[in-house]
């Protein structure tokens, strides 16, 4: 078990957007999205270097915890109550979409490519900081 904690508001996955290029059509991620995957592969490939971490070759399994930050405009104590995990965030984008954009920003880093997983334990909460806590095993 190796468990990975990234420092960074989580991005979710927008849909790709399309721009004409000759005769041909190139699909290319939103600018907030490929900038949040840019930055937490840099993260995870700082993080494994340090650690010495070897991608597992086979099966893994993977649970990505996404911790949003709490909105500025709620009042202290509804802020408290979302910090303490009594609300959660039941609001747009989609834990799935999170999920997306993870997975896709650590292939090759954390594990050989995101097919090699076979079991997904994730969640969303809220917090103080934004973060992404990625715990990989192999199976």
Known sequence: MTIFKFDIEPVAQARPRATKVGKSIRMYDPKKTANFKT???MMAQIAKKVRKYKIP???ISVN???VRRVPRSWTRKKQQDAISGMIYPVTKPD???YIKSIEDALNGVLWQDDNATVQLISSKKYGQSGRV???VNKI
């Open 39 to 41: 930055d937490l592969k």
């Open 95 to 97: 834990l799935s979409n």
């Open 133 to 135: 806590v990625v715990e």
């Open 64 to 66: 990505i915890q996404v």
């Open 57 to 59: 070759d086979g099966a």
